[in-house]
């Protein structure tokens, strides 16, 4: 099984801003229904793309500073990091193939 990585805001820019290869980072908290349905997803993902993508999941709850950093309005968000730099932002609880279609754009 690939890794999920949970990350705060004292380890963000070390595990998504330095990481060498593109990182889909998913902000949600604990009681958000739609992050709850999306998790599954995140996870496909990780096992599909597993050595080309990294996986990580942050609090927004537990971590502000980082969901304000990067305009967090809504959750789940799911973004991708490319070279330190947002290059996807998925907002919403989308359909499994519309969310991969998005992050494999961003590849």
């Known amino acids: 099984m690939a890794n999920i ?11 998504v801003l ?3 290869i593109p990182v889909l980072v998913d902000f949600w908290a604990p ?15 990780a096992e599909e793309y597993d050595g080309r993508l990294k996986v990580c999941k942050l609090n927004v709850d537990d971590n502000p500073a980082t969901a304000s950093t990067y305009g967090i309005m809504g959750i789940p968000t799911v973004a991708v ?27």
């Open 5 to 15: 990585f949970t990350i705060s805001d004292a380890d963000f820019d070390l595990e």
């Open 31 to 45: 009681w958000c229904g739609p992050c709850k349905m999306v998790a599954p997803t995140v996870e496909a993902m």
């Open 81 to 107: 990091f490319k070279d330190g730099k947002v290059v996807q932002k998925i907002v919403g609880a989308l359909p499994r193939e519309t969310m991969k279609r998005k992050v494999e754009a961003a590849l």
């Open 18 to 20: 330095h990481s060498n």
